[in-house]
């Protein structure tokens, strides 16, 4: 409930005075940033000066951003992986961080396919929370009355493998659902989950989805959101209800748990909340053995206001399906993060997610930007990078951080436009990942990779006098869970050695086995990725694309063949060239450990 007596903040009358005070520290960070930004860079300088890396480029304790700038190199992860794996073999010297590293942060995939560690230390926890705690505060001055009831979130941790340190790594959402902060998180009544914890830590992903989806059903009138990290989660969500909602309207009937939650833990949570309840089983049964699931999360879920889902970037290909099923609800993009730092917020969740930005916090690191105009120069060429408040509406770059675990002027990869200030803070309207091709889920597959896997599956052609003249691709959406589509066109030398069908579809799966350990992850453990498809067009079939292209005004000098398609006529003609489709028959390789 607002109060008269609570200061009022130019964001909006908040919700309690616990709200109050998130609103008003959003207001001195972002009305002072250049400051901030100023102390952070001498914080992370000052108590890091004695590290190996900071020593090496020589700069002397100094703790401004001139000599910062003039003498720290602006890198990417190849400039720092010797050091960072020399961390996770043991070394426990002052590499990059005079804090002890804690742990791995796992982000997506190097050139050899394996993901990237970045390294962390305990506090940043502690940072994290921060941003996690303001997220409320901003969502209450848009949707009153979520202290009313409940979240039905959809979260998940993933494999974890330990570095021959005995550090962990893990990917950085697992890290917080494993952390105190999480676990023992003081009761908070605009932070109610229907989920339990339990069920949030369980490894086996169906254990976990069906409890969470189990007790969102029980509650169903209590939900006031839904949501998932990702679009493509929520998603996975609803393909899992129509899929199981049988057995889940039999144990809600029953009040018996179904045999295959095997979890000790789940099993005695959920003994103090079966109860048979034949009214609610009815119900379910009524609604998700309709043909049509227009509409699907309001018919189940009344009350719900909104969805809690990342659509920018590469999830936005989702929003149609979401808009499907949700009826049209409004979905929040609250904050801005990665492996490597949390960033900022957005201070309008509910606008459209066409109009996404997000306000950096400048307390979580010192940030820089390339302007995305800066291509080709090489490490020890001095790019032009702009400080936090110096950027420009309009503008593009590439985000830059230097983060207290030990990052410096690291490029992160992101494509970032501005579009507005808040205070002197500015906010980004996030494009996307810089060279990503590809991605249904977590996955970022770029080019090369892409290239790569086509050549190794193509060897498989070699015998029956066959070779891949030109391909594109596609990420499938309109399939529950999402997939790869590549478009391969053929050239036969020796019509009487035919391909087989079992051929090409041995084809899929090498071009999987091929792909990064992130993508093979989503297959093999997460299943949030679907089979690979191959579809074969016919003899010319690019040819008229590239036809195509030249009649809407490209240069017959200058085309490429674009190495992905999204474009509905591009489509269209593609799909209407198919003479043959194939999918991977197996799941890739993929286990936890890391390549040694």
């Given at each position: 409930?607002?109060?008269?007596?609570?200061?009022?903040?130019?964001?909006?009358?908040?919700?309690?005075?616990?709200d109050?005070?998130?609103?008003?520290?959003?207001?001195?960070?972002?009305?002072?940033?250049?400051?901030?930004?100023?102390r952070?860079?001498?914080?992370?300088?000052?108590?890091?000066?004695?590290?190996?890396?900071?020593?090496?480029?020589?700069?002397?304790?100094?703790?401004?951003?001139?000599?910062?700038?003039?003498k720290?190199?602006?890198i990417?992860?190849?400039?720092?992986?010797?050091?960072?794996?020399?961390?996770?073999?043991?070394?426990?010297?002052a590499?990059?961080?005079?804090?002890?590293?804690?742990?791995?942060?796992?982000?997506?995939?190097?050139?050899?396919?394996?993901?990237?560690?970045?390294p962390?230390?305990?506090?940043?926890?502690?940072?994290?929370?921060?941003?996690?705690?303001?997220?409320?505060?901003?969502?209450?001055l848009?949707?009153?009355?979520?202290?009313?009831?409940?979240?039905?979130?959809?979260?998940?941790?993933?494999?974890?493998?330990?570095?021959?340190?005995?550090?962990?790594?893990?990917?950085?959402?697992?890290s917080?659902y494993?952390?105190?902060?999480?676990k023992?998180?003081?009761?908070?009544?605009?932070?109610?989950?229907?989920?339990?914890?339990?069920?949030i830590?369980c490894?086996?992903?169906?254990?976990?989805?069906?409890?969470?989806?189990?007790?969102?059903?029980?509650?169903?009138?209590?939900?006031?959101?839904?949501?998932?990290?990702?679009?493509?989660?929520?998603?996975?969500?609803?393909?899992?209800?129509?899929?199981?909602?049988?057995?889940?309207?039999?144990?809600?009937?029953?009040?018996?748990?179904?045999?295959?939650?095997?979890?000790?833990?789940?099993?005695?949570?959920?003994?103090?909340?079966?109860?048979?309840?034949?009214?609610?089983?009815?119900?379910?049964?009524?609604e998700?053995s309709k043909?049509?699931?227009?509409?699907?999360?309001?018919?189940?879920?009344?009350?719900?206001k909104y969805?809690?889902?990342?659509?920018?970037?590469?999830?936005?290909?989702?929003?149609?399906?979401?808009?499907?099923?949700?009826?049209?609800?409004?979905?929040?993009c609250?904050?801005?993060?990665?492996?490597?730092?949390?960033f900022?917020?957005?201070l309008?969740?509910?606008?459209?997610?066409?109009?996404?930005?997000?306000?950096?916090?400048?307390?979580?690191?010192?940030?820089?930007?390339?302007?995305?105009?800066?291509?080709?120069?090489?490490?020890?060429?001095?790019?032009?990078?702009?400080?936090?408040?110096?950027?420009?509406?309009?503008?593009?770059?590439?985000?830059v951080?230097?983060?207290?675990a030990?990052?410096?002027?690291?490029?992160?990869?992101?494509?970032?436009?501005?579009?507005?200030?808040?205070?002197?803070?500015?906010?980004?309207?996030?494009?996307?990942?810089?060279?990503?091709?590809?991605?249904?889920?977590?996955?970022?597959?770029?080019?090369?990779?892409?290239?790569?896997?086509?050549?190794?599956?193509?060897k498989?052609?070699?015998?029956?006098?066959?070779?891949?003249?030109?391909?594109?691709?596609?990420?499938?959406?309109?399939?529950?869970?999402?997939?790869?589509?590549?478009?391969?066109?053929?050239?036969?030398?020796?019509?009487?050695?035919?391909?087989?069908?079992?051929?090409?579809?041995?084809?899929?799966?090498?071009?999987?086995?091929?792909?990064?350990?992130?993508?093979?992850?989503?297959?093999?453990?997460?299943?949030?990725?679907?089979?690979?498809?191959?579809?074969?067009?016919?003899?010319?079939?690019?040819?008229?694309?590239?036809?195509?292209?030249?009649?809407?005004?490209?240069?017959?000098?200058?085309?490429?063949?674009?190495?992905?398609?999204?474009?509905?006529?591009?489509?269209?003609?593609?799909?209407?060239?198919?003479?043959?489709?194939?999918?991977?028959?197996?799941?890739?390789?993929?286990?936890?450990?890391?390549?040694?």
């Amino acid at each position: 409930m607002a109060v008269d007596s609570i200061l009022s903040s130019p964001l909006g009358p908040p919700a309690c005075e616990k709200d109050a005070k998130a609103l008003q520290f959003i207001e001195d960070m972002t009305r002072n940033a250049d400051n901030v930004q100023e102390r952070v860079l001498a914080e992370i300088l000052s108590r890091n000066a004695e590290t190996e890396w900071l020593i090496r480029f020589k700069l002397g304790g100094a703790t401004d951003r001139e000599t910062f700038k003039s003498k720290i190199p602006v890198i990417m992860y190849e400039d720092v992986q010797p050091e960072i794996q020399r961390i996770a073999n043991g070394d426990r010297s002052a590499i990059l961080s005079v804090h002890p590293i804690s742990e791995f942060l796992t982000s997506s995939g190097t050139s050899a396919g394996e993901r990237k560690l970045m390294p962390t230390i305990k506090e940043e926890l502690d940072r994290r929370q921060l941003l996690y705690s303001l997220l409320m505060p901003v969502m209450n001055l848009s949707v009153p009355g979520l202290d009313k009831g409940k979240g039905l979130y959809f979260l998940f941790v993933k494999s974890e493998t330990k570095t021959p340190s005995g550090l962990y790594a893990r990917p950085v959402l697992t890290s917080y659902y494993k952390s105190e902060h999480f676990k023992k998180r003081p009761h908070d009544p605009y932070m109610v989950y229907t989920s339990p914890n339990e069920a949030i830590l369980c490894p086996d992903s169906f254990q976990s989805m069906y409890i969470q989806m189990l007790c969102g059903l029980i509650e169903r009138n209590q939900v006031l959101r839904l949501g998932a990290v990702f679009a493509s989660g929520l998603l996975r969500a609803i393909r899992f209800l129509q899929l199981n909602w049988s057995e889940l309207a039999h144990d809600i009937r029953t009040g018996t748990l179904n045999s295959r939650i095997t979890d000790s833990s789940l099993k005695d949570h959920m003994k103090n909340i079966m109860k048979p309840n034949q009214e609610l089983a009815l119900f379910i049964t009524q609604e998700c053995s309709k043909e049509n699931w227009e509409g699907i999360i309001t018919r189940i879920w009344p009350n719900t206001k909104y969805l809690d889902v990342i659509v920018t970037g590469a999830m936005a290909q989702y929003i149609p399906t979401l808009n499907y099923y949700s009826g049209g609800l409004p979905m929040a993009c609250t904050m801005y993060a990665s492996s490597e730092c949390y960033f900022g917020l957005n201070l309008n969740p509910m606008c459209t997610p066409s109009e996404v930005s997000y306000t950096i916090m400048p307390n979580m690191a010192y940030f820089e930007f390339l302007p995305h105009d800066s291509v080709g120069f090489t490490r020890d060429s001095s790019p032009r990078l702009v400080d936090l408040v110096d950027v420009e509406v309009g503008k593009e770059y590439e985000l830059v951080i230097t983060t207290y675990a030990g990052l410096y002027r690291y490029r992160v990869g992101d494509i970032l436009r501005v579009t507005g200030f808040h205070n002197s803070a500015p906010q980004f309207h996030f494009v996307r990942r810089k060279n990503v091709l590809l991605s249904i889920d977590s996955d970022k597959t770029n080019e090369s990779e892409l290239q790569i896997a086509v050549e190794n599956a193509s060897k498989l052609l070699a015998k029956f006098n066959t070779s891949v003249v030109e391909y594109t691709s596609h990420a499938d959406t309109k399939t529950i869970p999402g997939h790869y589509v590549i478009y391969w066109e053929l050239l036969t030398k020796d019509s009487s050695n035919s391909l087989s069908h079992d051929v090409l579809n041995q084809c899929c799966l090498e071009m999987e086995e091929s792909l990064n350990s992130v993508y093979r992850q989503c297959r093999v453990a997460d299943h949030s990725i679907g089979p690979l498809e191959i579809r074969v067009v016919k003899s010319g079939t690019f040819e008229e694309l590239m036809d195509y292209a030249i009649s809407r005004g490209a240069s017959i000098n200058q085309y490429k063949v674009p190495r992905c398609v999204n474009f509905t006529p591009i489509m269209e003609l593609l799909d209407s060239r198919v003479v043959s489709i194939h999918f991977s028959q197996d799941l890739p390789h993929w286990t936890p450990e890391r390549r040694r």
